[in-house]
């Protein structure tokens, strides 16, 4: 991502902490049963091979969150003075960007999780970004008050 000339990044969003933390959680509930068939065959195993076993079990669930961790700090939406730039993460190998300027956006639209959105650890969801042709529509999801960030938009798109 290259910002133009005379651009300049006015805000950066990541996603929301609370669903990162709710995939880290699932993370470990699926170590949970290879921890448990080692404690079952415990008995069966020599001490070193117990030992080999649960580094291993510790090392696939220390880099399977630190590939968690890197998407979701790579993962953000750019505002500039200019334009919103979404660099969006599949995989660590695949990237993909999307940029609409300031004023060729059409269409604003969030999506929050109702009643719940009302307490801060809860207030993420979705915004979906349209501009005039349907070629470029940034969808970001888990966003942190994705009400506050069209907000900041339309308050960006009004100074210009």
């Known amino acids: 991502m290259h910002l133009r ?30 921890l448990l068939l080692v404690y079952i065959f415990q008995s069966v195993l020599s001490s070193k091979a117990l030992i080999i076993i649960l580094i291993g079990i510790f090392l696939m669930f220390l880099l399977f969150c630190i590939y968690l961790s890197l998407i979701y700090w ?15 993460w599949k995989y ?10 300031l ?3 059409q269409d604003i639209q969030t999506k929050e999780r109702g009643f719940w959105s009302h307490f801060k650890i809860f207030d993420y969801g979705s ?9 470029v529509t940034i ?10 960030i069209r907000q900041y938009i339309y308050e960006q798109r009004n100074k210009k």
């Open 127 to 135: 915004i979906k970004i349209d501009s005039p042709s349907s070629y």
């Open 139 to 148: 969808i970001f999801t888990q966003a942190p008050n994705p009400e506050g």
């Open 103 to 105: 004023d060729d956006i």
């Open 92 to 101: 660590l190998t695949v990237k993909h960007e999307s940029a609409v300027m």
């Open 5 to 34: 000339e005379d651009e300049h990044e006015m805000k950066i969003y990541h996603h929301h902490l609370t669903p990162f933390i709710f995939q880290l959680i699932k993370a470990l509930f699926i170590t949970i049963p290879f």
């Open 74 to 88: 790579l993962d953000k939406i750019i505002i500039t003075d200019l334009r919103i730039i979404h660099v969006d």
